[in-house]
């Protein structure tokens, strides 16, 4: 049988999985952070089984699509213009944007300086400002993957690599190659988020799925990784 997708009604909500078959007795459904619901099935196992099976955990599904999206960023409009503020590590700062010849941001007291050519031009200043949140993003983002890495010794996995990109439904992932993505913006949260991120990462590198498996490893790489998460789906980014 060929993988498929399918779906219930849950209410007068509906609720979409993808269906994969692999040599196993039990079937496991699971709600991804990008709020994916996927179910592994036995092969040959009709897809009513599989529909009266997720119907009777479509209560816990939908808790647990609730839970993730509680946490996914909320980033507001941002025009780009003088006096408007933006975070960085957890800390607000005002545009502050003046004609120059030429082009370049600095952060300095209160103030983002943002010196251009263009003053007026809001997709310039824009394209300048995630240009700098990127730039130091990786900065910052390696060292604290190197400071989380040791605290994770335990877990006893290969460094990964690290690459950055601009999301809009997560804080970052993993890929089962051992690479670590994180979400540029994530840069704009305090560092016990940054730092809450990444374990939660590296703790996916030795176990995939959110089970109690899961849960028990990233309490003892960090204890407190709840008030960090608690705090990250708090800040308005």
């Given amino acids: ?61 939908k808790k647990q699509i609730a839970y993730f999206r509680k946490f996914e960023p909320h980033t507001p409009a941002r025009c780009y213009v003088g006096g408007e503020t933006h975070l960085f590590l957890g800390r607000q700062y005002r545009l502050k944007i003046r004609k120059h010849n030429i082009c370049e941001v600095k952060l300095k007291g209160a ?70 993505l994180l979400n540029t913006s994530l840069v704009k949260s305090p560092l016990i988020c940054i730092d809450y991120v990444i374990m939660h990462e590296l703790c996916h590198l030795r176990v995939h799925t959110h089970n109690n498996g899961y849960f028990k490893l990233l309490s003892k790489c960090m204890p407190d990784w709840e008030k960090r998460k608690e705090r990250l789906g708090t800040a308005l980014l």
């Avoid at 039990?26 to 040959?44: F, L, N, S, Y």
């Avoid at 993003?137 to 605290?151: D, G, H, M, T």
Wanted: charged share 35%.
């Fill in 1 to 61: 049988m060929t993988n498929y997708r399918s779906s219930i009604s849950y209410g007068k909500e509906k609720i979409t999985f993808d269906v994969s078959h692999a040599d196993r007795k039990t079937m496991e459904i699971g709600v991804h952070p990008d709020i994916r619901v996927t179910v592994k099935a036995p092969k040959g196992i009709a897809p009513e089984v599989v529909k009266k099976r997720v119907a009777k955990r479509a209560r816990w599904i």
């Fill in 111 to 180: 103030y983002f300086h943002i010196m251009t050519p263009f003053p007026n031009n809001t997709q310039k200043v824009r394209d300048m400002l995630l240009d700098w949140y990127k730039s130091r993003a990786l900065v910052i983002f390696s060292r604290r993957l190197e400071e989380c890495y040791k605290r994770a010794a335990k877990l006893k996995v290969p460094f990964p690599e690290l690459r950055l990109r601009k999301m809009d439904k997560r804080w970052g992932s993993c890929s089962k190659s051992g690479d670590i």
